[in-house]
C-alpha cells in the first residue's frame, strides 16, 4: 500500500486543558492573536477549525493530531501494517455503519492520533 492513496492531511490539532477555565482562555488569546473564528462544543472550542481547544485533559499528554483520509478503514489497515495499534473503544461510526473516526492507542511523541474522515 503507498500512503498516497488515502489522501493523508493535517486537519487540526488538539490542545489539552486543565479545565473549562483554561480551554476558554486558550481558545480567546489564539482567536485574539490571530483573528480567528471561534465554535465552541461541549467538550471543546475549534479555533478557525484547525485547533481544538479542548476544556479538560484528554487523549495524549500532550494533547491530539487529528489527521484527514478519504478512506478511514483503508488507512487504519494500512497504518495497522506499519505497527500502529488502535484504540477500539474510540471509533466512530455513520450511521450506515461505516467507521468515520479513530485513535491509536499510543502517543507519538505525546501526542495521540486520530484518523478522521474529509468531509
Known amino acids: 500500500m503507498d500512503p498516497k492513496e488515502f489522501n493523508f492531511s493535517l486537519a487540526h490539532i488538539g490542545i ?10 486558550t481558545a480567546q ?5 490571530f483573528g480567528f473564528p471561534q465554535r ?8 478557525n477549525e484547525q485547533f481544538e481547544v479542548m476544556k479538560k ?3 495524549g499528554r500532550l494533547g ?5 483520509t478519504t478512506d478511514v478503514p483503508g488507512a487504519r489497515a ?8 488502535f484504540a477500539e473503544d474510540t471509533a466512530s461510526y455513520d450511521d450506515e455503519g461505516k467507521l468515520k473516526l479513530i485513535y491509536t492507542r ?3 511523541a505525546g501526542f495521540a ?6 468531509g
Open 16 to 25: 489539552n486543558s486543565a479545565d473549562a477555565a483554561e480551554g476558554l482562555a
Open 29 to 33: 488569546l489564539l482567536a485574539d492573536l
Open 40 to 47: 465552541e462544543t461541549d467538550g471543546s472550542v475549534f479555533v
Open 57 to 59: 485533559p484528554f487523549r
Open 64 to 68: 491530539h493530531i487529528a489527521i484527514s
Open 78 to 85: 494500512y497504518l495497522e501494517s506499519k505497527g500502529i495499534v
Open 106 to 108: 499510543d502517543d507519538i
Open 113 to 118: 492520533f486520530h484518523l478522521t474522515r474529509k
